[in-house]
């Protein structure tokens, strides 16, 4: 069976530009959430996507968005986008809103 | 301010000694605490969980134990084998689920031959 897949692997992109990361859960499972990991940090938590709602969202200001499908696949669009927004980002699916989670290996965005 | 601390950056065990990771946390009010594992350019892998009704859960060569009353976990791997050397990250998690998992800043294992 297919795990979380995430496209693409890795992006570069400059100051002020727009970001969209994209995320296809597990077959089955209708949460979707999102987390960032700078280098030497855990990862921190973005948005959760239950049933296209947004159940969650974490301490990131407005220029970052989400979305879910209906097929539960999922969107993470990042705006005006800053040297700091450089990190993995994450995307983890469960079959709710509980855990556990589990992980595609991420998107690595490099900002210049 | 760090709701989960893992403090120490790396640890080094001998391959089939016990290697013992320790994550500390704030807030008596979480309901779940999970152990992940990643290994570079991977996400990470979930191990093993441990609700905060209980204070202990085994699973194979994995064991996590929960000290509510010094807001303790640790999680036991014995005998340690040289595919565990990987970052783990100690994870928390509250019922509602609206805040997602909230993770240490993890612990670099390696596993020495």
């Known amino acids: 069976d297919a795990g979380v897949t995430q496209s693409p692997t890795h992006l570069i992109k400059t100051r002020g530009q727009h970001v969209t990361l994209r995320c296809s859960p597990i077959s089955g499972h209708k949460s979707v959430s999102w987390y960032q990991q700078v280098l030497g940090q855990g990862p921190q938590f973005i948005f959760q996507?239950?049933?296209?709602?947004?159940?969650g969202r974490g301490n990131f200001p407005d220029r970052f968005s989400a979305r879910q499908f209906p097929n539960y696949s999922s969107e993470l669009n990042v705006n005006a986008l800053l040297l700091g927004d450089s990190a993995l980002y994450l995307c983890?699916?469960?079959?709710?809103?509980?855990?556990?989670?589990?992980f595609g290996d991420g998107t690595r965005l490099s900002i210049l | 301010d760090q709701q989960v601390k893992q403090n120490s950056p790396s640890l080094s065990v001998q391959e089939g000694r016990i290697s013992i990771l320790n994550c500390d946390y704030t807030?008596?009010?979480?309901?779940?605490f999970l152990w992940y594992k990643k290994y570079p350019a991977e996400g990470p892998t979930f191990l093993i969980s441990?609700?905060?009704?209980?204070d202990k859960n085994e699973d194979g060569r994995f064991t996590v134990f929960l000290n509510k009353s010094a807001k303790h976990l640790s999680l036991h791997i014995v005998p340690s084998q040289p595919g565990d050397s990987a970052v783990y990250f100690c994870a928390v998690y509250s019922g509602g689920g609206a805040d997602g998992l909230t993770f240490g800043k993890g612990t670099h294992l390696i596993i020495q031959p």
């Open positions: 441990i609700s905060s009704i209980k």
């Open positions: 996507y239950y049933e296209k709602e947004e159940r």
């Open positions: 807030n008596s009010m979480f309901d779940y």
């Open positions: 983890a699916s469960s079959l709710d809103s509980a855990w556990p989670q589990h």
